[in-house]
Structure formats: C-alpha cells, structure tokens
Nanobody, 119 residues
Framework: QVQLVESGGGLVQPGGSLRLSCAAS????????MGWYRQAPGKQREFIAT???????NFADSVKGRFTISRDNAKNTVFLQMNSLKPEDTAVYYC?????????????WGQGSQVTVSS
C-alpha cells in the first residue's frame, strides 16, 4: 500500500520559513519523481516544485528563489524548504509522486498539510 505522509505545516509570520516533509512508503522511492502542489481556498490545485529521480528540480515562477526541494532516498523522504513566506503562500500543500519508469503514469498523493502565513 502506497502512502505519502506530509508533516511540518503550521502558522508562520510573513517573511518566515517552514520546511515540509513527505515520507513515502510502499514504493521504490529512488525511482520516483516527487513533487509538491498546493491548493488555496477557492482555487485550483497548482504545481509548486518537483525533483526527478535523478535530482533535477523545477519550480513554479511564484516560488522561484524562495523555495527549494530536496530528497533523501535513504529515508524515502522529500522536503520543501519555504523561505520568505508571503500571505499568498497560504494553502494546503500536497506531496505527489509517480514512477519515472512506469509505462503508464499513476500519481500518488498525500493527505495535505496546512500552511498559513499571517501576522
């Protein structure tokens, strides 16, 4: 059974930092492309960042220079370091993963972690 479990969300003041973690189980983590998405109230889920099985990263323009993504294959965990947070970063953040080598892409999702940026 595949599980992606996020942690690390919470309330932070504007300009502050948070680090989200996503622990994966039930998959061969090292061959999975992993990513983060977010969904704000009343808005569609949007792409934030991804890191491929080979370590290549990509970011949405809205978070470039502020967020970084990394992975620890030994711990089956992907991280999202969020710096210089803004109120508009407030959203539920979701971890995503899919095999880099499967013939058909199957996406797995975590349950979400709330991030609130407010003074």
């Amino acid at each position: 059974q595949v599980q992606l479990v996020e942690s690390g969300g919470g309330l932070v003041q504007p300009g502050g930092s948070l680090r989200l973690s996503c622990a994966a189980s039930g998959i061969s983590f090292s061959i999975y492309n992993m990513g983060w998405y977010r969904q704000a109230p009343g808005k569609q889920r949007e792409f934030i960042a991804t890191i491929t099985s080979g370590g290549t990263t990509n970011f949405a323009d809205s978070v470039k220079g502020r967020f970084t993504i990394s992975r620890d294959n030994a711990k089956n965990t992907v991280f999202l370091q969020m710096n210089s947070l803004k109120p508009e970063d407030t959203a539920v953040y979701y971890c995503n993963g899919y095999s880099a080598y499967a013939a058909r892409r199957i996406d797995y999702w975590g349950q979400g972690s709330q991030v609130t940026v407010s003074s």
